[in-house]
């Protein structure tokens, strides 16, 4: 507990949202978790995350067999907050590296980090 303490951050607004979509994955037979902020801050992989957002692990994003599945993001303005929930439904149509501009290497890197 005082590991996760030492990363509390902003991302804490959405991990109500991140642990239903898990748990409605979970309901359609995905074994689905969120990623708690300790370990998403120990996995992260600056490099990817540059080149694609799905490339990053954010605390409370929901993995499935330790590949991410659904990536959460927020804006933050004086009147409000706008929670946004992303799903790469299909990767590898077209490349998702190709439209990136990225290498073949650099595909199938992020591939092995997405589901």
Request: net charge negative.
């Amino acid at each position: 507990k005082a590991a996760e303490e030492k990363f509390k951050d902003i991302t804490a607004a959405y991990e109500w949202l991140g642990e239903a979509i898990a748990e409605g994955l979970r309901d359609v037979d995905l074994p689905a978790r969120t990623v708690p902020a300790a370990e998403a801050h120990a996995a992260n992989q600056p490099d990817l995350a540059a080149v694609s957002c799905f490339g990053g692990l954010s605390p409370w994003e929901v993995v499935v067999d330790g590949r991410k599945i659904v990536g959460l993001s927020q804006i933050r303005r004086r009147n409000g907050l706008i929670l946004q929930v992303g799903l790469l439904a299909r990767p590898e149509d077209p490349p998702l590296w190709q439209v990136l501009g990225e290498d073949p290497a650099m595909g199938r890197r992020l591939a092995d980090h997405v589901t």
